[in-house]
């Protein structure tokens, strides 16, 4: 796991304070990375929705809106495949055992759909740090239908 986390070489990586009007700044950095590597148009939106699920979990919950602490964004291009870590100073949280979004008495919940969707959107997810860090993986090719 530590080659796909804090000692990844990234292609490219920013680093900004916990606050939510810097969601762009992760969303400027997705669009280039996308359209710099080549990523198919079919595979922008999930790496779009999933990352900046985890920018906002990051800002949110990871580091409680304290623009004292920071996120880490990064990239990679690995073989066929772009990988994207997202990184807080929080605590982390227990990932293994969140409620599961689908089931009907969390259907109207406002929250608790991030992780869910992460998985959903990435070809593989996984974390480090306890939840603080959270590693995503990205076919370059079109979504196999």
């Known amino acids: ?6 000692e990844m070489a990234f292609t490219e990586r920013i680093e900004f304070p916990a606050k939510a009007e810097n969601i762009s700044l992760a969303e400027k950095l997705i669009d280039d990375a996308c359209a710099k590597h080549g990523v198919h148009e079919s595979r922008y939106g999930n790496i779009l929705i999933a990352l900046t699920e985890a ?3 990051a800002i949110h919950h990871g580091n409680g ?3 004292s602490k920071t ?3 990064g990239y990679r291009m690995q073989d066929s495949s772009i ?3 997202v990184q807080d100073q929080g605590a982390g949280f227990d990932f293994n055992h969140l409620p599961d979004p689908t089931d009907p008495q969390n259907i109207e919940k406002p929250h608790g759909r991030g ?3 992460m998985r959903a959107l990435a070809d593989s997810v996984e974390f480090a ?3 603080a860090i ?3 993986s990205f076919g370059l090719q079109p979504v196999q239908e």
């Open 134 to 136: 959270v590693v995503m």
């Open 55 to 57: 920018v906002n979990n």
């Open 83 to 85: 990988v994207f870590m």
């Open 129 to 131: 740090e306890n939840g």
């Open 65 to 67: 809106l304290d623009p």
């Open 71 to 73: 996120v880490t964004l």
């Open 115 to 117: 992780v869910f969707l």
């Open 1 to 6: 796991m530590a080659a796909l986390t804090s």
